[in-house]
Structure formats: structure tokens, C-alpha cells
């Protein structure tokens, strides 16, 4: 395949070697070689046909949506126009155009960062993208096609193709202008540091990550980074100098932090004040992962993030004065998640599901209120969340409550498991099963109103996600 450079950076022509006689040709790209331009697996292919004078454009998708694209005409011909919007490109705001084709067999090279668009010079024109992110319609963007900032030269364009009146849809017709645009793309990659990596969470984050084609992390846990060291804890950060810091790390065994306060502490405080501080060092945004429990879950209703916190348990004030060292970073993003599961570790569900083998009933409690997280939706929520600047606390867990027996007995159903759940009191419970157990809010109903308006997607039921849980372990085993 042949490599042609276009005047701006990055992005490239593509010509395929042809193989052919009288009968047609053949002609083919490989995997690897779209690599070496830096084009992720591909998400989708799409296409789309035009009659002539069709203007598609200027498109592109917010991060971390962003889409690069490998764009081709299987039938009659496109002028295919991009511009550079990275703000560190020594192309900013310039623009280029191709003619694409059947008979010339181009293909367009467009990095993540651009602005993209065609106009159809012929009729029936049939045009293909090969996307390597997946389509998000919340986050479309797109420039005006005519900003005169830009200086796309249409009336030559028009006049050499024959073009007597360009034909937009309503909404490219209004786009904002690339002044006005609020593009935050840049040639150098997001760093990101995620603290335990081998907790339920940190692993989904860099499972999310690398979907998104982000290849600059370090995922570190506690044989790479105790975050109770200050002094490694700075050399680390330091070092790496990341964007953005997601702390997952934290001591979450919540009745054995009954009787040890101190280690605790020492982990959800200092751990949490150490990783704050030297993410101010870098002037790293934070992302901090918190818990229903700094509630005492006495409230009648919904839990809204500015409600006043009581917590009752040594996890629960430990994980609220971590809040506290959190919020001294500005930009910072506090989530309060409740009943996580996930892939990594232990979790409610897999212990259910465990149980089911041996067991033809069992004991749940049923007056306990929540929300179950899933942590590959958690991830997706989170990793939006820091290519913003919406910074503050949050609820974040799926969608709906039910109580533990309620969720027991979902997660027994949706198996096919024949299991009876009898539904006790929490009080009932620790009698029953002869044990000493922290306490737990009776409501943590957590309210997802702010996360919703602040432009955030509310994250699929619980019972979507306990689904997509359960197929994801059978497909391990």
C-alpha cells in the first residue's frame, strides 16, 4: 500500500496495490498495515449514498467517542474534505481535500482530531467509512461547512464540479464555527494512572480504556505502588507526570474495618491525601471512587450528593474523609457507587451463584435498599467523565433498586437456578447466621439526577447489567 502525506499532519492518502487483466482488478489492506498509521481495530463500517451537490458535514464525535476513520467511494465520486481541530497541531484549523473515487482507488486516512466531510459530485454516489469507535449520537459534534474562519474554497469547488446549489441537512446547515467549537483534541495522548488495578474496578477502567483506543496508562496496585508510601507514591506520579489519576485503590472490607481502624485509615485517608497531593503536583484531574455508606440510610426517599453524610461504620467515615482529601484537587470527580460487581474479585452475585451448587434455599436480607453497579458500566461513565470539566460528586450505579433478596432472587431466576429465597431482616440475619456485621444503611436509594444533568447517560438497569454479568462469567469458565 502506498502512504501519500496530504498538508496536514497525520493524515494520510491511501493508495492499494492493484492486481489485475481485462476481467477487473484486486486489491486489499491489511490489518497491520492500517496499524502503522495508528487506525485501531475497526468498530463499524458504514455507508452512506448521495445524489450530487450533497453536502455530509463537517462531523466528528467528542471524546472519549472520538472516531479516525479510513474512508473510500465504491461508486461515482466525492470531494472528501477534512480539517485538523487538534489545538497542538502545527495544522490547526487548516483543511484539506481528496478526490476519491472508484476508478483512482483512494482511500482517506482521517486521524482522531478532525473534522470530516464530503460533497458528492455525482449522482448515486455510494461512499464507505471504516470507524474505529463506536457511533454515540449524545456526543456528535460537528463545524459549519462554510465558516469563513476555516476558508474552505466553495465557489471553486462548486464551479469546477458543476455544482449550481449544495444540498445540507437542517442541522449542518447551523453548526457552530471552529472559533466557537470546544474542541479538546491534541495530538498527545491522555495519560492515565489507575491505582488497584486488580480490584474489580481499576481492571474494568483499563478494559474501557483500551476500547476506546487509549494506549497510554499505567494500571499499578499495591506491588507497584503502595499508596500508603508518600515517597513512592510521588515518584510515581512524578515520573509518569498522567493526565488524569483514577484511585481505585482502597480498603473495602467492610466489617473487617471494624477492628482495624487505624490500617484502614491509613489507606482510605492518608493513601487518598497521598495520591491528592501528588496529583496537584502534576496538576492531574482525580477521580475518586466513594460509597453509599457515607449515608446512615435514615432518609425517607431519594439520596441527592449534597445531602448531609452520617456514617456509621469505620469504612463508610474513612471513605467520606478520603471525599474530603479528594475535593482539595479543583478538578476532581468524587463517585458515590453502591453494591459493586464485577469481573475481578468477589461480589454478591458470584457468591450467589456459588451457593446455587450446594444450596436449594437461602437467607437474604430484604431490608436493605440499593442500586447494584455493574463496573464495566461504572468504567464507561468515568472514563466520559474526565474529558470534561464538570467536576464534583456524583451518584453513579445502574438504573432501578431492589432490595439484597430481590436481588438474589433475580440472579437466581435469570439462571435457570431453582433456589428459594427467604427474605429476612437485617437483624434477623445476624441472629441466624451467629455473626458480628458493621453496619449497613437500610436505604441507599442514591438519586442519578445530577448525573443525568450534567449530560451524562444514566447507566442500563440493574438487571440489564446483572445479564450481561452473568454471560460474561459463563463465557469465562
Not at 467528542?62 to 472528501?80: F, I, N, W
Request: include cysteine; glycine fraction near 6%.
Amino acid at each position: 500500500m502506498k502512504k501519500i502525506t496530504t498538508e496536514l499532519k497525520d493524515c494520510y492518502i491511501l493508495e492499494p496495490n492493484r492486481f489485475g487483466d481485462e476481467r477487473g482488478y484486486f486489491e486489499s489492506i491489511t490489518k497491520e498495515q492500517l496499524e502503522e498509521l495508528g487506525f485501531q481495530d475497526f468498530y463499524q463500517i458504514s455507508n452512506s449514498k448521495s445524489g450530487k451537490g450533497i453536502i455530509r458535514g463537517l462531523h466528528f464525535q467528542k471524546d472519549p467517542y472520538c472516531q479516525a476513520k479510513v474512508v473510500r467511494c465504491h461508486a461515482g465520486a466525492v470531494l472528501d474534505i477534512v480539517v485538523d481541530i487538534r489545538k497542538d497541531s502545527p495544522t490547526y484549523g487548516k483543511w484539506t481535500s481528496v478526490e476519491l473515487t472508484p476508478e483512482n482507488g483512494r482511500l482517506l486516512y482521517v486521524p482522531r482530531g478532525f473534522a470530516h466531510g464530503f460533497v458528492s459530485l455525482k449522482d448515486n454516489t455510494l461512499f464507505e467509512y471504516y470507524v474505529d469507535n463506536q457511533y454515540a449520537p449524545r456526543l456528535e459534534d460537528g463545524i459549519l461547512w462554510n465558516d469563513a474562519e476555516i476558508g474552505i474554497n466553495w465557489e471553486e469547488i462548486f464551479e469546477k464540479y458543476g455544482i449550481n446549489q449544495p444540498i445540507l441537512s437542517e442541522k449542518d446547515k447551523v453548526r457552530h464555527t471552529l472559533k466557537e467549537c470546544q474542541s479538546t483534541f491534541t495530538r498527545k495522548k491522555t495519560r492515565y494512572l489507575i491505582t488497584g488495578y486488580n480490584g474489580q474496578l481499576g481492571y474494568d477502567i483499563v478494559r474501557e480504556l483500551e476500547s476506546r483506543g487509549e494506549t497510554e496508562y499505567l494500571a499499578v496496585d499495591i506491588n507497584e505502588m503502595d499508596i500508603t508510601n508518600r515517597d513512592q507514591v510521588f515518584q510515581v506520579v512524578t515520573n509518569y507526570k498522567p493526565d488524569v489519576i483514577f484511585h481505585c485503590a482502597a480498603w473495602t472490607a467492610v466489617d473487617k474495618a471494624e477492628d482495624m481502624e487505624d490500617k484502614v485509615r491509613q489507606i482510605n485517608v492518608e493513601g487518598t491525601k497521598n495520591i491528592t497531593d501528588a496529583s496537584l503536583e502534576v496538576d492531574a484531574k482525580l477521580v475518586y471512587i466513594s460509597t453509599d455508606y457515607v449515608f446512615d440510610g435514615k432518609k425517607d426517599g431519594y439520596y441527592n450528593e449534597d445531602d448531609k453524610v452520617n456514617p456509621m461504620s469505620v469504612y463508610g467515615k474513612t471513605k467520606y474523609e478520603g471525599e474530603e482529601e479528594a475535593r482539595r484537587n479543583p478538578k476532581h470527580f468524587i463517585s458515590r457507587i453502591s453494591w459493586a460487581f464485577g469481573i475481578n474479585g468477589n461480589n454478591f452475585i458470584k457468591t450467589m451463584l456459588n451457593l446455587a451448587k450446594t444450596k436449594k434455599e437461602v437467607s437474604v436480607v430484604d431490608d436493605q435498599i440499593g442500586s447494584p453497579t455493574y463496573m464495566v458500566d461504572l468504567a464507561k461513565t468515568l472514563v466520559e467523565m474526565v474529558h470534561s470539566d464538570k467536576y464534583g460528586t456524583y451518584h453513579v450505579n445502574n438504573d432501578g433498586f431492589c432490595s439484597w433478596a430481590e436481588f438474589a432472587n433475580y440472579i437466581f431466576t435469570s439462571n435457570g437456578l431453582d433456589v428459594k429465597v427467604n427474605p429476612v431482616s437485617t437483624d434477623e440475619y445476624i441472629k441466624l447466621m451467629g455473626i458480628k456485621q458493621a453496619y449497613r444503611p437500610r436505604n441507599s436509594k442514591l438519586s442519578k439526577e445530577k448525573l443525568v444533568k450534567a449530560g451524562f447517560e444514566m447507566l442500563p438497569s440493574w438487571q440489564d447489567a446483572t445479564d450481561r454479568y452473568c454471560k460474561e462469567l459463563t463465557k469465562r469458565k
